[in-house]
């Protein structure tokens, strides 16, 4: 039984002569492969749709024997043309595509990655965001809209809100900050730890709570910047498993 539904094109290969494969993001079924027969050659029924960074209405169906799935015909949302146009905004939107492709986000998970993505790609259409914050932006956005959701205001031995004074650590390990008073009466955080200023957890915290949007003209101090960013990192890989390496995301 074939279904009508919302996708983002990530990726698009060629087999066989007029035939291609499509790697796709759907709010319901999450990253999956697809089968386009006789998509390089149609006029009708795949007209500007098989490119990657495309929002497409999709007709999906699936084989005979229902080993696989297939696109039937596809009606082009939007293509993003202003991206296209700019190197710095493709490779912005590259970089948040290879996140995407590299986390396998399941169907669980697949309603916030798919509007996390596609709100990043509007973003980027009206011109905001930069490659010094959107990429590492999205990947900690994209690891708190899965589950992982620190209280970084909280100490969470005491439950005394985060102030102003020094001396706190966060837990990558269980997401988890720990004041100064706790950990000096030997409550220590288990796992890895790292110092953090009360600039940095306000930062993590605002990042949980924005959008997209909230990111094109983004501000941010450049010690809490190079510190927040390093934080995240540390805790997508603890938590996803992935890392960024000469230009591709790796397993770790």
Known sequence: MNATEKALVLKVGRFREAD?????????????????????RSRRRFVGCLDPL???????????????????????????PE???DSLRTGIAVNC?????????EPSDSAPAYELLLETLM??????????????LFRAKLAFDMGFTPDFLVCGA????????????????????????????????????????????RSLDWIQQSRPSDWAKVAMDAEVRRQTS???????????????????YKKV
Not at 20 to 40: D, I
Not at 178 to 187: D, E, I, P, Q, Y
Not at 231 to 247: C, K, M, P, Q, R
């Open 97 to 105: 595509v290879k996140f995407v492709e590299a986390v396998e986000v």
């Open 20 to 40: 291609v494969w499509v790697r796709l993001l759907t709010p319901t079924r999450g990253v999956f492969n697809a089968f386009a027969f006789g998509g390089s």
């Open 123 to 136: 973003m980027l259409e009206l011109g905001g965001g930069s490659t010094d914050f959107v990429p590492w």
């Open 83 to 85: 991206i296209r146009k």
């Open 158 to 201: 005491c439950g005394m809100p985060v102030g102003m004074e020094n001396g706190y650590q966060f837990g990558v390990e269980k997401g988890q900050v720990a004041c100064a008073s706790c950990l000096s009466v030997g409550k220590p955080l288990q796992g890895l730890a790292r110092p953090i200023s009360t600039g940095v957890l």
């Open 230 to 248: 390093q934080l995240v990192e540390l805790f997508v890989a603890y938590h996803l498993g992935l890392s960024w390496d000469n230009g591709m």
């Open 54 to 80: 495309s929002h497409v209405l999709f007709t999906i169906g699936t084989s005979k024997r229902g080993d696989y799935t297939v696109l039937e015909e596809g009606a082009l949302l939007h293509n993003f």
